[in-house]
């Protein structure tokens, strides 16, 4: 519509009193001519103009068209450089107004194509995430992998997201492109492979269910889906041939759906290319999928026909990453592998990396270690097995994400396959905390952790098998200690008799056994006749150890009475106060500062931007107060812990 000779861009469609093709509710009227204030005192109820909006600078507010609108924006001082031709200042004004039209009036920006195009675009956005409503997926067109994807749930999620998403869309694919879809809550997250050849032949060889997932990325996936029925699989398979063939596409790829509690499926995404899970599709096909787009490259048809495809047993495959998962669930992490053993030698069990023992982890690249798969004749036998993998799996050097992982294959919903893309901020509402011990469990893990000190004790008596003094007394068989796990203490008596000690804990015995070879980075032990693989991490003098205990590390002080008496004569640490500095939560680069010294921010405001392995992360205040200093700036990288700023 025109209004006084001056076109109106119709921004959003939905109005107060409800849907209108052109309804405009909130119209923001830049600059202070006459026609201006013929624009603010008229009334278009047909239109659904209900509220209007002077954009004006600091000399103008005792004006008249500001006393007539219904809201005043200041947007600068008098200048026009600084106020009416400022472009950010409007456009800043026309987002937190939330105006849905613009009158541009005439002169200054009025007949700017740059103006007009930034206008076009915010139209855009608004235009998508009306017709959709909330909640919205913001995600990068060129993008996969989780990079450059934000949920927002209103309009200023939706700003704070764009921003985010087309700064790490740049960053990692070079383009900083969006797509707006919507969101479907609570879904799981179901994909079809897919072979196509240059001959009009497609085959879909299943599905990968990937739900388990943090930040949009994938942690867990396994093949089969626990959900699909026969009947839903084909259909879901159908339509993701009907795509590739429509496309005209040849190749491995993958159709991505999200599939509701009612099984019914919606498209999110094609891949053309092979994605990271697909070792656990040909654990359950027997294809190898790589070979397949060699033949199809090559020009050659498929070798099969889709009845050919089987679904042979259950795989899953565990991302394991160099990260650290008391953080967001995984921030990243960064060192050299200094001791790195991966678990080949158990049965099906197959692991697909590119690092080796002394390998780097760098800010630079995505922080994934390896693809750890199980493979089983059923799911059980799977889950089973990828356990014992975890618990064999060896990383020194940099914190990685095994604990996490463990623990989502044993936690009884994943077990029932009662799983969406929500299952860990549902499972873990305050954070992954690490495996939660019963009351076995810390009998267990005191008992080891006292075994393997009284076990070393009795080695660094002996040399070659004899004692280092030929003299010396009868050796020991009976010890009082004192263990210390999360802040509680625990009195255990130790005995020991033909390489198996036998520890009281609590009044509980607990029988430990092994051939303690305290040099191999697995500790193997017989616990009350139960398999379990332990690793010690870290053993020091002073009785402090660190044991790797079903996924989780845990630190124990082990101690004689007597030391234990007086250890509470010694000074403890205070705990630094973080509410009034903040330190980066993971190594990175500083791609953006947004206070300086004398600042006064409030509770969760933006104060600086970390990108680390291509994703930004906002580092917001603990609370609110003024900046005494900033201790970082932009393009500097920073490490793990490195202060950014101080606060009063």
């Known amino acids: ?147 450059g994807m934000r949920i927002a749930w209103s309009d200023d999620e939706t700003r704070e997201g764009f921003r985010f998403s087309s700064q790490e869309a740049a960053s990692s694919f070079g383009d900083d492109r969006l797509l707006i879809e919507k969101y479907i809550d609570n879904p799981r997250h179901i994909e079809i492979q897919v072979l196509a050849d240059k001959h009009g032949n497609a085959l879909w060889l299943n599905e990968r269910e990937c739900s388990i997932q943090r930040r949009n990325q994938k942690v867990v996936e396994e093949a089969p889906s626990t959900f699909l029925d026969p009947a839903t699989r084909r259909a879901m398979g159908e339509q993701a041939v009907s795509l590739a063939k429509a496309v005209q596409y040849s190749s491995a790829g993958t159709v991505e759906f999200l599939v509701d509690s009612k099984k019914n499926f919606y498209f999110l995404e094609m891949n053309t290319r092979l994605q990271v899970e697909h070792p656990i599709t040909e654990c359950i096909t027997g294809l190898d999928l790589v070979q397949q787009m060699i033949r199809i490259a090559k020009g050659y048809k498929l070798q099969h026909k889709q009845e050919d ?228 991490l870290t053993r020091s003098p002073a009785g402090d150890i660190s044991l790797q205990y079903l996924g989780t590390t845990f630190k124990v002080r082990v101690l004689s009475v007597l030391a234990a008496s007086l250890s509470k004569h010694m000074p403890e640490k205070l705990p630094e106060d973080t509410s009034s500095i903040l330190r980066s939560p993971m190594p990175g680069t500083v791609v953006g500062v947004a206070v300086k010294p004398g600042d006064t921010v409030a509770v969760g405001q933006e104060i600086c931007v970390i990108e680390a392995m291509k994703m930004q992360n906002s580092m917001t205040a603990a609370k609110t107060a003024k900046v005494k200093s900033v201790h970082c700036k932009t393009g500097e990288t920073v490490g793990e812990g490195d202060l950014l700023v101080e606060l009063e």
């Open 1 to 147: 519509p025109s209004v006084g000779g001056a076109q109106v861009n119709v921004l959003e469609v939905r109005g107060e009193r409800g849907l209108r093709n052109t309804a405009i509710v909130h119209v923001s009227v830049v600059f202070r001519t006459p026609t201006h204030l013929w624009v603010l005192q008229v009334s278009y109820p047909e239109w659904g103009l209900f509220h209007t909006c002077a954009c004006v600078c600091v000399c103008v507010f005792p004006q008249v068209h500001v006393k007539m609108a219904d809201e005043a924006v200041c947007v600068g001082p008098a200048p026009t450089s600084k106020s009416y031709l400022n472009m950010d200042a409007i456009m800043d004004a026309i987002r937190q107004t939330g105006a849905q039209a613009v009158h541009p009036g005439y002169g200054f920006l009025s007949e700017n194509k740059e103006f007009a195009r930034r206008l076009w675009r915010r139209a855009d956005e608004c235009r998508c995430v009306c017709l959709l409503g909330y909640p919205v997926m913001i995600k990068a067109s060129a993008g996969g992998g989780g990079k």
């Open 309 to 536: 495809i089987p679904i042979n047993g259950w795989a899953i495959e565990s991302r394991v990453y160099a990260e650290d998962p008391y953080k967001s669930f995984g921030l990243p992490s960064i060192g050299r592998l200094s001791q790195y053993e991966e678990p080949v030698r158990l049965s099906g069990v197959r692991v697909d990396s590119g690092i080796q023992e002394g390998s780097d982890i760098s800010i630079y690249y995505d922080p994934m270690i390896s693809k750890l798969v199980a493979y089983g004749a059923s799911r059980a036998d799977a889950l089973k097995k990828m356990e014992a993998a975890l618990d064999n799996y060896v990383i020194r050097g940099v914190t990685h994400n095994i604990p996490l992982l463990r623990e989502i294959i044993v936690h009884p919903r994943f077990v029932a396959g009662d799983i969406s893309t929500n299952f860990l901020p549902e499972v873990y509402p305050d954070g992954f905390k690490g495996h939660p011990l019963s009351a076995g469990d810390r009998r267990e893990l005191l008992a080891a952790a006292a075994a393997l000190h009284i076990a070393a004790q009795l080695r660094s008596q002996r040399f070659l098998g004899e004692q280092r003094v030929s003299a010396a007394a009868q050796e020991r068989r009976h010890w009082e200690l004192c263990l210390e796990l999360e802040k509680s203490v625990h009195m255990l008596a130790v005995s020991h008799s033909r390489g198996t000690y036998t520890v009281e804990v609590d009044g509980e015995k607990v029988e430990v056994s092994g051939e303690w070879n305290l040099a191999s980075a697995l500790l193997p032990l017989s616990i009350n006749g139960s398999h379990k693989v332990l690793q010690c």
